[in-house]
């Protein structure tokens, strides 16, 4: 049974597979991604595309995104097949890239409320913070992922980035990191860890990109994103 796609955006495909490939124009990018903040079929368009370019990545005729529009038949691969390939490529064939994504130090936090009322969505958001100062990141990312998309504040978005990064699912870390917006004091943390995650996915050139949007000021930000894309440059060479 076919499954009916009400969102232009994600019926057409090209959007999200030139999001995919990092190949956006910034004023197309500042544009599409408050439009995949709240479109479901955009946000699932987009996990499959990046799992499926992970899973072929490594393949030379099929496997490489290019600015041309992806093939009909590269978007039907089922979704749990093409992760289960992405899992076994990060985990098999790790090269520098994405050894400079990983993360192993989480950004502490500190108690401060990212809520500041006592309703049942607060003590949701508390227990996911609970979980995430305790470590235990999938639990995190499930609990705030679970805190409706328009109670969530930025630090809340960040946090829950953070976890599903450290859970194991840099896709979804991307999308969760792009909802921070660029006026919050955790702006330049969510472009140096949108920047881990699409390391972690291969994308060397997606993660400079977020590397170079941060400020050189940005305090300590700016100093680790200067000696991180240093290095993404070195091994992409």
Do not use: N
Not at 31 to 57: K, N, T
Not at 129 to 147: C, F, H, I, K, N
Not at 215 to 235: Q, T
């Amino acid at each position: 049974m076919s499954v009916s796609v009400t969102c232009p955006l994600a019926a057409d495909g090209e959007r999200v597979h030139r999001y995919v490939a990092g190949a956006l124009e910034p004023a197309e990018l500042a544009e599409f991604e408050p439009h995949l903040l709240s479109c479901a079929e955009c946000q699932a368009a987009v996990r499959e595309g990046i799992a499926v370019a992970s899973a072929l990545r490594g393949q030379p005729k099929v496997g490489r995104l290019t600015g041309r529009r992806l093939p009909v038949l590269r978007w039907t691969v089922p979704l749990a097949v093409a992760a289960a390939g992405a899992l076994w490529l990060i985990g098999s064939r790790e090269g520098p890239v994405v050894r400079l994504g990983r993360v192993s130090t989480a950004p502490a936090f500190a108690g401060v409320p990212v809520r500041g009322d006592a309703d049942s969505v607060s003590r949701l958001a508390d227990s996911g913070m609970t979980a995430y100062r305790d470590g235990r990141y999938s639990e995190a990312a499930r609990l705030l992922g679970a805190v409706p998309e328009e109670k969530r504040t930025a630090g809340l978005r960040f946090y829950l980035g953070i976890a599903s990064l450290l859970a194991g699912a840099p896709q979804d870390a991307v999308l969760q990191l792009a909802g921070v917006p660029a006026e919050s004091p955790y702006s330049a943390e969510a472009h140096f860890y949108r920047a881990k995650a699409w390391l972690l996915l291969g994308r060397a050139d997606s993660a400079l990109a977020h590397l170079t949007a941060i400020p050189s000021d940005a305090e300590a930000a700016g100093a680790r994103a200067r000696a991180l894309a240093d290095s993404v440059k070195e091994v992409s060479r």
